[in-house]
Structures are given as C-alpha cells and as structure tokens.
C-alpha cells in the first residue's frame, strides 16, 4: 500500500527564516507525490506535486519541494517564511490503480507550521 | 478557474433524518472524489467517481449514499447517520484519472446529534 508519513506535529519558525516540512514515502512504483495546505476550518488547497522529472519542484506561494528517491523523501521548503503561512500541511501519495478509473490520495497526518513574528 | 463548490458550508441533523451533501464543479474535470476528514486527522477517501461510475468505495457504511447525476455535480445522501459520522466532508476533483491534481472544495462540516 502507498503511504506517506510526516514525522513532525509541529514546526515552528521565526518569520523570514527559512522553513522545512518533512515528509517520507513508502510506495510500490513511481511516487505520485502532493503538498497541500489547510488552513482553519478550510478546505485543502493544492501548493505541489512530483510526478516526473526535475527533483525540485516549484509550487505555490513561493514554496518548493525537492524529491529525493534515495531517501525516500519529499520535503516541502520555503526560502523565508511568513506569518501568514501558519497553517496545518498535507503531504499526500496517489493511492495505486485500484479502482480501474482514478485513484483516491492518502495522506499524511498532517504537520501544523507555526511562523512566529 | 479551480473552483469547486460545496452546499451547505454547514449541517446540524438528527440520527433519523436524511439529507443531502452537494458539491459541483465547472472545470470539465471527469473524475470526483468524496473524503471525510475528523477533527485533528487527515481526511480519509470514501468514494471514487470516474466519468460518473463509481470506481472506489472504500468500505463505507451504507447510510452515505453518493450519486453522481452528470459530470458536474456529486451529491452524497445521509440517512440514519451517527454521532461519529460529525466529520468535515471535503468534496475534490480531478482532470482525469491518471493522478492529476485534486482541487478541493471548502468541504460541509456535518454535526450529528
């Protein structure tokens, strides 16, 4: 079974510092990879996804994730923070071709980012 | 335009009644999805709709009825729910079946009493 595990509950960062969320993938076959954000009482929005090609993908806001087979890592980053990206992150795989038509997501259990002032 | 939208934003019901959860999109996207998410947890799928057949239950217990009457609108039918099913019903679709991007809609949050 696909699965994405996000180690942190929590990371706190001091606003213009530089911010990682981390995220591991465990998967049969290439990794269909996704970062989304939640912010309260909201839905999820989209900030990123691997599929192919280039190990560092840009998304969103100004974040980025860099993919890395051979740590089976997906690590969402961000050059400096604001405050306003604190909220509840979402690493998510593509569930694997079971139901002959699309496939749902699992996801991570979610990382809250604090950016403090 | 990634809009998905979802009616009610939110829903008080009794365990005896029935009511409807509605979600629509405008994109042309052919697949829709039906997640729950609990409070503090990620959301988990339900079903899977791909080009109007459902392709994916994942075990859901039959008083959530989803239906998908054309390519734009998902609807999933409560009946008989319990106090455990108060969860944030987050309704997504996707361009196709081939792992493109989920949008989201801003869910229904559902409290059963």
């Known amino acids: 079974a696909q699965s994405v595990a996000q180690p942190e509950d929590q990371v706190n960062v001091a606003e213009g510092n530089p911010l990682t969320v981390k995220c591991t993938y465990s998967?049969?076959?290439?990794?269909?990879l996704f970062w989304y954000v939640q912010y309260p009482n909201r839905g999820l929005q989209f900030l990123l996804k691997?599929?192919?090609?280039?190990?560092l993908v840009k998304g969103s806001y100004g974040f980025e994730a860099e993919f890395n087979k051979s740590q089976t890592s997906f690590h969402l980053k961000k050059p400096s923070a604001l405050v306003s990206d604190s909220a509840l992150y979402f690493c998510?795989?593509?569930?694997?071709?079971?139901?002959?038509?699309?496939?749902?997501?699992?996801f991570g259990k979610g990382t809250h980012l604090i950016i403090q002032p | 335009d990634t809009e998905v939208t979802q009616t009610p934003k939110h829903l008080v019901m009794g365990m005896t009644n029935k009511k409807s959860l509605k979600c629509e999109q405008h994109?042309?996207?052919?697949?829709m999805y039906w997640y729950k998410q609990k409070a503090k947890k990620p959301p988990e799928l339900m079903f899977v709709?791909?080009?109007?057949?459902?392709?994916i239950n994942e075990s859901v217990p039959s008083r959530f009825s989803p239906e998908c009457p054309n390519s734009s609108l998902l609807n999933l039918h409560l009946h008989a729910l319990q106090p455990e099913d108060s969860a944030l019903y987050l309704c997504?679709?996707?361009?196709?079946?081939?792992?493109?991007?989920?949008?989201f809609g801003p869910g229904t949050r559902l409290l059963v009493l």
């Open positions: 997504a679709s996707s361009q196709g079946t081939g792992g493109e991007t989920q949008y």
């Open positions: 998967v049969s076959g290439n990794p269909y």
């Open positions: 691997y599929i192919t090609g280039d190990n």
């Open positions: 998510a795989v593509r569930d694997l071709g079971r139901g002959g038509g699309a496939d749902g997501l699992t």
């Open positions: 994109m042309g996207h052919r697949a």
């Open positions: 709709y791909s080009y109007e057949k459902l392709s």
